[in-house]
């Protein structure tokens, strides 16, 4: 693969800044990663106890080549919407809320159009996360699949076909 500007930004996509507007100044500066982080243990923090690094599984998705770049824009910009939601309502980043806060902030946003798209999404990359064979790099130890008493198939994938 060659190395052009292109594939750079792509590359540091999870680790690149997203800047939280508040009006017309700046409010705050967030990663995405940083914010899959919190939200993915709000949604579902058994992933966690499991040993489970669905977040981590976001870079993966982020460099697939299958996934659309229209995909990628969405689950971006549903990290700056969710972070602006949160500056609109409790003047501060969604990973800096409290439990209470963010739990109530998901629900309002659940109810948005973009809000309930954006959760399902991040959701099913979660799950894919927990239950894929380990080689894609999140089901760690086959947590996933021992927390649902599951034998994966065979034959398994030797390398990440992404």
């Known amino acids: 693969m060659t190395f052009s500007r292109r594939n750079f930004l792509k590359a540091g996509f999870l680790s690149s800044a997203v800047f939280l507007m508040d ?7 967030t990663t995405p990663i940083k914010t899959f982080a919190i939200l993915h243990h709000d949604l579902f923090p058994y992933a966690q106890e499991l040993g489970i690094d669905t977040a981590l599984y976001m870079q993966r998705v982020f460099h697939h080549s299958r996934i659309s770049e229209a995909d990628k824009t969405f689950l971006k910009n549903g990290v ?5 939601e949160a500056l609109s309502q409790y003047k501060k980043e969604y990973t800096k809320l409290s439990l209470a806060q963010r739990e109530a902030l998901l629900l309002h946003v659940s109810k948005t159009e973009w809000g309930e798209s954006f959760v399902y999404d991040v959701m099913n990359y979660m799950f894919e996360a927990m239950l894929g064979d380990p080689v894609y790099g999140g089901n760690n130890k086959e947590a996933g699949w021992q927390w649902l008493n599951f034998q994966g198939g065979q034959p398994r994938p030797q390398k990440a076909y992404m």
Do not use: D, H, I, T
């Open 23 to 29: 009006g017309c100044s700046l409010f705050g500066v």
């Open 80 to 84: 700056k919407w969710l972070n602006e």
